[in-house]
C-alpha cells in the first residue's frame, strides 16, 4: 500500500558529493520514521540514518559530519546528502519508511522498502 520510489544513485570520485531522494507514496495517514539503510557486496545490510517525524536524526559512526538526513512532509520525501563520499561508502542504498495506513477505514503501521540505488565511490 505504500510505494518508495528513491533516486540519485550513480558513480563517483572520492571526496565528490550525491544527493538521495526517496519519495514515498500510497495510502499514508502518517509518517513516523524515515530511514536509509545500504548494503555492501558480500557484507550485511546496515543502518545509515534516519529521521523521525519530529525532525530527529542518528547516523551510524562512519558517516557522521559527511551525511546530512533531512524530510519534507509536504512531499512524503527523504533526502540523504552525502558529502566527503569515500570507497567504502559504495553500496546499494536502501530507503525505509515507517507509516501508519489506512484503507478501507481500518489503521495499521506499515513497513515499507524502496527499491535500492547504486551508488558508486571510485578512489
Known amino acids: 500500500q505504500v510505494q518508495l520510489v528513491e533516486s540519485g544513485g550513480g558513480l563517483v570520485q572520492a571526496g565528490r558529493s550525491l544527493r538521495l531522494s526517496c519519495a514515498a507514496s500510497?495510502?499514508?495517514?502518517?509518517?513516523?520514521?524515515m530511514d536509509w539503510y545500504r548494503q555492501a557486496p558480500g557484507k550485511q545490510r546496515e543502518f545509515v540514518a534516519g529521521i523521525t517525524g519530529s525532525g530527529g536524526t542518528n547516523y551510524v559512526d562512519s558517516v557522521k559530519g559527511r551525511f546530512t538526513i533531512s524530510r519534507d512532509n509536504t512531499k512524503n520525501t527523504v533526502y540523504l546528502q552525502m558529502n566527503s563520499l569515500k570507497p567504502e561508502d559504495t553500496a546499494v542504498y536502501y530507503c525505509?519508511?515507517?507509516?501508519?495506513?489506512?484503507?478501507?477505514?481500518?489503521?495499521?503501521?506499515?513497513?515499507?522498502w524502496g527499491q535500492g540505488t547504486q551508488v558508486t565511490v571510485s578512489s
Open positions: 500510497g495510502s499514508i495517514f502518517s509518517i513516523y520514521a
Open positions: 525505509h519508511v515507517r507509516s501508519l495506513v489506512q484503507a478501507m477505514g481500518v489503521r495499521r503501521v506499515d513497513d515499507s
